[in-house]
């Protein structure tokens, strides 16, 4: 009897562990089939451009000649130095090499629509979607080429390849994918960087300030309040391949062991991708969180940072979550850390942009009546309202005169009006700057 109560339990023992792993797969099929069915409505929303439409297509064909990148970094990161006769003459060679992907640009921002990854790729194929970093590339190349136009004395040429620049960054602002969204950021942000440039060294003329302005209000857009939908699409997407298979590491993190530059790091994500197998991994609870966080960021209105919960406020989900999520989830989750640095980066860039507009009024205001505005309210007639309030305040952005010189500035995440000295000036080196609590023009 003993004896065979034993070999029920021993049976019963190594029975366990396969009869978990097939409760666990069948767990996991039936997530990945709800999933589909998500994804499936969405599939229904999708607005997808005719080709015939699409000024994406000549812009990707022009970008396909600046994949050569790597090969032209001490011409495209260097300061512009135009006092060295070496460099200008390689950039120069650069730059007319780039002729017919010039081009094919300006054909492509000549279109009204943009659409650069089909949604179906995004969301149903396991495809990689193109590579779209040359598009930064490309921005460098145009900003270089005004660079180099100003040294012959076609300051007007110049100026419409910088506005060229804002124009690329622009076509992807319908792009839903995260890299995309920090993409537009780093092109906008060659442009920025030259207009503040001149913005500060006040030489520009009555009609290029014009003509500045004119182009940052045309094409400011408001950063959407879904803007992370399909962040969420994409992520239960991978939640879905999870469930079905388990991609090979090499795989699924080609792009990381690229950039890691740490075998240690690789090797730590290699373990931690052992765990992330369907026969055993709990995709529910997954899927579940990923569920919390949409709900979570869905609703945030950007422009109204002054009046949302603290529950809302800029990194509290993620606080949260390591705080109060005992094991070790699924690696897209991390991406929930990714996606609140690039909320803020979105929020900086928008006030990047309004600062330069603003800018733009106040010298456009000084040229024509031969003094500072005393109020922004002095320039409300030359930008939309919406341009000049303080996502952190509801108010206006700080305006003070001293003689001749202006402070313009974000009272920042601490809402308080710090008189200018605990916040810090934007560094146009930083493609992506950290902190929104950030200066425009500094004056005095």
Known sequence: MKKRIFIIVVALALLMPPSFMVYRRIQNAFVASEIRAELEKLRKTFVIVPDE???????????????????????LHPDFDPGCSAYIRKARKYIEGKTAAFEKIYEGLSYKRFQYIKPDILFFSEDNPPFMGPIRVAGESLVLKGRLLELDGKDDEALEEYLNTLRLSVTMKNESTLISKMLKLSVAGEALEVIYEKLDNASFSKEQLKKTLDKLKDLYYEPPRDMFVFEYYGMIRETKMFCERT????EYFGWYIKVAGSNKLIESQRIDYSRYNRWHADFRSDYELLKKWHAHHRDIDFLKLYDIP????LGYFENMLSRNHKRDYQHVLHWSIGLTTARISVLEADMIWRGAAMTCAIQLYKLENGKLPDSLDAIADMLPEKMMIDPFSGKNFIYRTKGSAFQLYSVGENRIDDNCTAS???????RIPVGPDMVYHKGF
């Open 424 to 430: 810090p000036e934007w560094v146009m080196r930083v």
């Open 247 to 250: 991609p090979d590491f090499e």
């Open 53 to 75: 439409e699409n000024g994406a297509i000549p812009i990707l064909e022009g970008m396909d000649e600046f994949k050569d990148y790597q090969e032209h970094v001490d011409i």
């Open 310 to 313: 603290d529950e809302k406020q």
